[in-house]
């Protein structure tokens, strides 16, 4: 059974900076990419940063700058490191891995969600 577990969500002030963490744990081996959505009440899901196995990045461009998405040797740790916070990046955010079961296919897990919140 593949879990992806999160840690790291919480409260900060604007300016203040969170660390995100996503540990994957089962039978998940062939981990194509990485990355982090969000979404914030009644708003539609959204890709905040993803990284491939290769190591490539992409990132949301409001949060360009800002944030810092990597992950560990074994690519089943996924991070991400939220610097200069806005309100408007209150949301719950999701880890995701993708792990390729063919040439064709990716099985998709999420993690639960945490809640981030900025406010002063």
């Known amino acids: 059974q593949v879990q992806l577990v999160e840690s790291g969500g919480g409260l900060v002030q604007p300016g203040g900076s969170l660390r995100l963490s996503c540990a994957a744990s089962g039978s998940i081996f062939n981990i194509n990419t990485m990355g982090w959505y969000r979404q914030a009440p009644g708003k539609e899901r959204e890709l905040v940063a993803g990284?491939?196995?290769?190591?490539?990045?992409n990132y949301a461009d409001s949060v360009k700058g800002r944030f810092t998405i990597s992950t560990d040797n074994a690519k089943k740790t996924v991070r991400l490191q939220m610097n200069s916070l806005k309100p408007e990046d209150t949301a719950v955010y999701y880890c995701?891995?993708?792990?390729?079961?063919?040439?064709?296919?990716?099985?998709?897990?999420w993690g639960q969600g945490t809640q981030v919140t900025v406010s002063s």
């Open positions: 990284i491939s196995r290769q190591g490539s990045t």
């Open positions: 995701y891995h993708g792990e390729r079961v063919s040439a064709f296919a990716v099985r998709d897990y």
